[in-house]
């Protein structure tokens, strides 16, 4: 459902993604996960489509992402950390511009299912300011789920979330891969990666650490003892190295500069 | 305490200068410094610092003189009553000094005495006093007068209306806080002012001559009516103490000036204690208006105006839109609602049919001209005035979703229909404006019989530029959504960035780029329309002619734009969110 090769991105001499290359097959919900500047954005924006990627390859259920955009971007969603809404749309208004723009013909139908299922049917004329954080979420998914999406990616999904919307955002995420859908999570928490997700990607300096099922990765990492959490696989995997983000020009990147690594709990 | 507030002020203030200072270095600020400043110098700063020509120049100096003395200072004392008068009928809400939100979190739980606070944001409001005196000033020199006596007039009425409306706010909301309310305090207050208006009526039409409307022809039986009413009877005790604010702003001599600026400081004095000495709670209101001002500006950063719109509610939408279809009519349904709940087909042909009718009854009593001509004029001038007002005013583009471009560029849309459909929206609105204005000059000038042109000729040329309107528009919008693409952190800092001199500069450095794109996008209709019509018009009459060759003129107009939107979308689709938004 997606294919990585070989993908770059760069800004100016800034080495921000680095030949990353992976698969996410049907059902899979892949954990993207790293230190602070390490590409997770990036690498998810470049995935979506936001930005072009320097080079390599993106396939998004078969279709190259570059080179046909309209078509690949049809099978995917991306749920940004902030729910971006139009201020002057109001929640159903909001279903009827996405199902334009996908060409979902049945979506009100749908849109009326979606709005029960997120509790967001009573605010179907509220305009999003009129939201809380927590709706507006809701109200970003329903936009994203109307199309009924392949390929779904999460950019740090539970920010804001109060301990119910937390449940549901997992729950629906797990349904979501059930149905056959391929999931990237973007995420600084280990334990919701921990719990949801099938595979795990480190990403460091742009670089591609390691990438394998979270039973593969605690086994290279436990050190022959059996309750090793993915939290200290993390820390032993992404600051072992003390590696540093190289650059086109081998030069220093200013965010690395001066930086000091976090000592191994 | 109050020494920590004022350091926490000037400091503020200084970093912020120091900060706008250094960003000079670069030279988009740089270039709007200087653009900006020359603007200001040649606008404002000549007469500021007595360079200019006020002397010698066509403005004539306003001094208060024995003769207009009275009625000038009368005038603006009975504004000065107006102003007072509303910030004691219009507000609703109970007192709120407006922080920042870090003021609020800084301050609020802080050992400060609420008087404390209540002095740091008189201390805060004079920075904002300054400079609205200053900018008054700027524009009041050009008339000519002493530049001191002018600095401390508008600093002392200014400072009195701000000290007013702050203890206006405190005294309202110790009225709420003791039952009467909002309704009971309004009617009071009308009722009072009802009963001034009624003596000061009755006075004037008892003792002053009345005055016919054919003796003021030249204003001076007006004025001598007015001088009468404001000298004499109750309404100069009414006015006292207003004249008392305005007075220094008028003086011609020192003498004259310190005379007057004593009573005028008293004043500011009395406000000063009344504003202290109210022990009203204005704390919880405090917080909420902070939140309020963080969210608008916000807003106004994020590019999007139309949030900071306190009473923004949903708006109908313009037609119904269906599922399927061309994905850029979304993003057309989505820009008009967000422009405006006013833009629907009903009301568009209501307000047509509406002006047809106004136009023929006026052309039909004004048969020679005279109104029906000026106002055919005027919706010419209009028109052409909207190829450079309207992409400022309506900006539901990819100016306004410039933040949300992210969002946007998930959207599986080729870039050229991204790029049509973010420009419909404001193209579609700017073209029924222009279309009704074109409605209302061919009509009225079409029937006024003293013009050198036929009325045949006057709607060949009207049909001739509905024609051409609609691909002039789309290109007209092109430039400014082009110059956001190319240059998004200019675009940004003209926008959302801190204001200044240097601001103001950049925002003309857009505009006449803007605006000699234009000129150069429209070469080729005009050189296509020049040959169709001395080409047509070897064989045909020109009425004929002008709407055939406004036809080949729109189709080049077409192409072009065409070309501009393949060209916007490529734009938006290289458009890198993360390393443009940084202005």
Redesign the interface.
Known sequence: MIEVEGLTKL?GEFVAVNELGFRVERGQVLGLVGPNGAGK??SL?CL?????PTCGTIRICGTDLVNN??????E???F?DEP?L?????VQ?HL??T?????????ETIGRQLLDELELSEKR???P?ELSRGMKQKLAIACGWLHNPKVIYFDEPLTGLDPMGIRRMKHSILKRAGEGAAIIISSHLLHLVEEICTHILILKNGRKIIHGTIGEITRQFSEQTDDTSLEEVFFRAAYAEGERRPKANGAEPPAARGAVPPTNP | MLSALLYLQYHSFVNRAVRRVRRLKQPKYLFGAIVGGLYFYFYFGRFLFGFGSHRAGGMPAVRATDGNQVLIESAAALVLLVIVLLAWLLPRERAALVFSEAEVAFLFPAPISRRGLVHFRLIRSQLAVLLTSLILLALTRRWGGNLWFHALGWWAVISTLSLHGLGSSFARTMLLDRGITNRTRRLVILGVVAVAAATVFMWARRTVPAFSATSMEDGTALKRYAEQVLASGPLPCLLFPFRLVIRPFFATTLSAFLAAFGPTLAILLALYWWVIRSDVAFEEASVDASQKLAARLA?VRAG?W??TDKG????R?PFR?????P?A??LL??HI??ASKVFTGRLWLILAIGITCLCVCIGQMNPTGGLATVIGMLSGMALSWSLLVGPQILRQDFRQDLL????L??????PWQMALGELLGPVVILTAVDWLLVLVAGILLGQTRGLEMSGALVASIALGVAVVIPMLNLIVFQIPNAAALLFPAWFLATRSGPGGIEAMGQRLIFFIGQFLVLVLALVPAAVVFTGLFFLGKLFVSPAFIIPRAALGTAVVLGVEASFGMVLLGRLF??F????EMTP
Not at chain 1, 69 to 74: G, I
Not at chain 2, 404 to 407: I, R, S, Y
């Open positions: 800004y954005t990036t924006r979506s489509g936001i930005i072009r955009p309209v078509p690949a971007k049809r995917l969603a991306f940004s971006r139009f201020d002057y749309l109001t208004q009827a511009f199902a334009r723009i996908y060409q979902v013909r049945d979506y004329d509220a305009l300011g | 807003a999007n139309g949030a923004m509610k949903p708006k939408p839109l269906h599922p399927t279809g994905p009519v979304a349904w989505k609602i967000s949300l471009a992210d969002v560029k998930t959207y599986p849309i080729p689709s290289r890198d969110v993360a390393s």
